[in-house]
């Protein structure tokens, strides 16, 4: 049985970056609601918001200081309201962004729990006493330096996964349970249709809290083996399914870092008794270091790229759901880190191949906002131009502390990583910022915005986004796309260059050939007489062969 949202595309919308009505050079409601029309063209189904709660701001909305009002820079409740009154009239479900694994240090919550050891809200957040006089445990935070923050009036310290102005919730305390399905339900019966939950598998950690492995010479351990998939995660997400889920036809993602296959099946089975489904990370890591992590040049593998694929299609098929995405607000720009963005011409023929790649396969996929349109990374080549406290924070580790490397390296390593390339605000037409705003947007526009523009885009038969809204119009329309089972085509499993798989029910099969190499070469695969071309990314075909970047979608 198909569920309503398995043949759905979703949106992403990074609210700060997409439109400003107001010009003070923010992103913001009443300029998201002017492009619904946009989006709606393209064809997409449900719009993902980044958060657009209060929040001082300290990450981008993802420290939330009050969950049931509106960011002032973004517009007010009404704003919503109308944004997500126009977004239905036109089918257009509306997911939010619940981030609940910490809050703000500004939220009301942790400002009682912080005043006193016996603050009836103490408990909600996680502290502990020292340990000899330092931090409880060896825990790094995610944005670097230890994840504990000392309190000098309690003497105490907080736990802090994320930034210090982001305290981690004390899921353990049925109370903060409890008012977290009570907001959920407070939002649920405004009319949003689902969740997109933050670091949801990070919510339950292990009460001893013990020390995590650490690497030779460095000061704190990655806690994320220790606080991903934690001992209780799935009876709290059963718990908030039963309070808040179950049956009401809404949808719900989970981002889980360090997910397995193993662990999605609980998440994201079929029976609904937890999430729909979830994101992984384990493509996202295949051009990454051992040692340096994201900040690198490596370039992923063709073949590691199939074999992770092939696992989540066919560890999933049938069992739980997938979701597919090559691009949010945390990464890099997919035509720049996957494809070609050196010249026009391979900028879109790479980013439609990459695009073919992941639509064929089974899951939900997600868009990220400028995707449609092959943005591609900043390459900002000042530390002055980056925002994002992540990438300010990592410079500073690597380069000025732990002197690893020098300044031009790692400048262009956050040139191809940070997190700020997806960051730069969308580009609409070729007048100053891009059509985003009429003032210096909070974030420097792209300078490639004359060239890569939604007007561009949209005057062109040929372009990227048609090839999107294509994508989008078949999945609608092929239960096979939705359904089918996946296969890789015997014989492709090691090609470093072509890959060829194939998806099939009981009337039809489609064949997906794609060229990952910039050159032309032969292929063997044996295409059927009765096929036909549903979608490629060249006007012709020459049989036998593959052009640089050349995606064709048979079916027969
Ligand atoms: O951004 C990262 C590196 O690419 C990840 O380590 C990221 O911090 C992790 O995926 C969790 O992300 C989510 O929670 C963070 C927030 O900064 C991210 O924007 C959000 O997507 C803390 O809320
Ligand atoms: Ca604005």
Redesign the pocket.
């Known amino acids: 049985m198909t569920k309503w949202w398995q043949n759905k595309v979703i949106y992403q919308v990074y609210p700060s970056s997409f439109q400003d009505s107001n010009n003070d050079g923010i992103g913001d409601l009443n300029g998201i609601t002017s492009r619904l029309d946009y989006l709606h063209k393209l064809g997409i189904d449900i719009l993902w918001l980044s958060p657009i709660y209060e929040s001082p701001q300290v990450?981008?909305g993802?420290d939330i200081s009050n969950y049931r009002a509106i960011n002032p820079d973004y517009g007010t409740m009404e704003d919503f309201d109308k944004l997500q009154k126009k977004a239905h009239s036109l089918g257009i479900k509306i997911m939010m962004d619940l981030?609940v694994?910490?809050t703000s240090d500004q939220h009301e919550l942790f400002k009682e729990s912080k005043s006193s050891k016996d603050n009836k809200y103490r408990d909600f957040y996680i502290w502990r006493d020292g340990k000899n006089g330092k931090e409880p445990n060896n825990w790094e935070s995610?944005f670097t330096g230890s994840a504990w923050k000392y309190d000098k009036e309690t003497d105490q310290y907080y736990l802090h996964l994320?930034a210090p102005e982001?305290p981690d919730l004390n899921w353990e305390n049925p109370k903060v349970r409890e008012s977290v399905y009570d907001m959920m339900n407070w939002w649920v019966s405004k009319g949003v249709d689902g969740f997109r939950m933050?670091?949801i598998n990070y919510i339950s950690k292990p009460q001893s809290l013990p020390d995590g492995k650490k690497a030779e010479g460095v000061k704190y351990a990655n806690p994320e083996p220790l606080v991903a998939n934690g001992p209780r995660i799935h009876e709290f997400l059963q718990e908030m399914n039963k309070n808040v889920l179950h049956g009401k036809n809404l949808v719900t993602v989970g981002?889980t870092?360090a997910v397995t296959t193993d662990e999605a099946l609980k998440y994201a089975n079929l029976d609904d008794s937890e999430l729909n489904m979830v994101f992984q990370f384990e493509h996202m890591g295949l051009d990454t270091d051992p040692v340096m992590g994201?900040w690198t040049d490596g370039k992923a593998k063709l073949s590691d790229l199939r074999a992770n694929f092939s696992k989540w299609q066919e560890k999933l098929h049938g069992k739980a759901w997938n979701s597919l995405y090559w691009n949010?607000?945390?990464?890099p720009r997919v035509v720049s880190r996957f494809g070609n963005d050196s010249n026009e011409e391979k900028r879109v023929l790479s980013a439609k191949m990459l695009a073919t790649m992941l639509h064929f396969q089974q899951g939900t996929p997600f868009i990220f906002q400028g995707e449609e349109i092959g943005m591609t990374n900043a390459y900002f080549d000042k530390l002055e131009d980056y925002v994002d406290l992540?990438s300010i924070n990592a410079y500073h580790q690597i380069v000025d502390e732990e002197h690893k490397i020098d300044s031009k390296t790692m400048l262009k390593y956050l040139g191809l990583h940070s997190?700020d390339n997806a960051r730069t605000p969308m580009q609409w037409n070729s007048s100053e910022y891009a059509g985003f705003s009429k003032k210096q947007p909070w974030e420097k526009v792209n300078s490639n915005y004359k060239e890569i523009n939604v007007e561009k885009a949209l005057a062109d038969k040929n372009s990227i986004f048609y090839y999107y809204q294509k994508l989008i119009k078949l999945r609608h329309e092929l239960p096979v796309i939705t359904d089918g089972e996946y296969a890789v085509v015997p014989g492709n499993e090691k090609d470093e260059n072509i890959f060829a798989y194939t998806r099939k029910d009981k009337d039809t099969t489609l064949l997906i050939l794609l060229n990952y190499a910039d050159k032309t070469l032969q292929h063997k695969y044996k295409i059927p007489s009765d096929s036909e071309i549903i979608i490629s990314n060249y006007s012709d075909e020459e049989k036998g062969i593959l052009r640089p970047y050349e995606a064709k979608v048979y079916k027969y």
């Open positions: 990450d981008n993802y981030v694994n910490h995610f994320f982001q933050d670091v981002e870092p994201r949010n607000h945390d990464q992540d997190r």
